[in-house]
């Protein structure tokens, strides 16, 4: 599996995702500077979280703009997966490549804690390692975390099963703190389409090692590596 790891100025988990891709398949993925215009072909193209370009205007519209970005769109269009996680959720969406925005916490705070998350579908190279409705907790690092579109984009998402993930209860936890940000309908993950681009806020790759705390993340790199192995 052929994979790139795209790294903005603010960039900071691209070594955390570097690792899990390397325990799902043994391989080193490519880290790859937001200036190049130009990308080898690709099974796999990762946008990894952090504060690209400081978070200024708003977070993921200058990283939207950066050169890297025609080309990761043209891989993107012809197919390759391609998975933004947290700051690179919000690219993901200030690029045009999934719909909706990700605004500002309800509560307007910084928010770094484990959430739990439930699978909504197995239909998608990024969750077939998730049975339908199968729990995992991973940690989440966010202030624009909550996820907004219009109803109509909703019910299409929620219509054609592309919600990924959703915010739920853990275990013994209050209803009211499963949702850490006030995404709609408990959002925490998209998928595009055609289904091969994810945009997630939890950080699965910071749940991939048991000493991280958890590897509830790693279902979601081993399905993304055997479907493209």
Known sequence: MRAAIIRFPGTNRENDVIAALKRASGQEPLLVW????????????????????????????????????????????????VVGI??????????????????????????????????????????SSYGRGQLLRVPIAHQDGNYFADQGTIDRLEGEERVAFRYVAGPGEAAERANPNG???????ILSENRRILGMMPHPEDATDPIQGSTEGCGLFDGIVKSLA
């Open 183 to 189: 995404s709609l309908n408990d959002i925490a993950g």
């Open 34 to 81: 937001h200036k190049e215009s130009e990308l080898p072909d690709l099974d796999l193209i990762v946008l990894p979280g952090g504060f690209a370009f400081g978070d200024y205007l708003r977070p993921g519209a200058m990283a939207a703009l950066s050169p890297v970005m025609k080309e990761v769109k043209r891989q993107a269009a012809r197919g390759v997966a």
């Open 86 to 127: 947290c700051n690179g959720f919000q690219v993901l969406t200030e690029a045009g490549l999934l719909p909706g925005a990700l605004l500002r916490n309800a509560d307007l705070r910084f928010v770094c804690r484990d959430v739990h998350l439930r699978a909504e579908t197995d239909n998608s190279i990024f969750t």
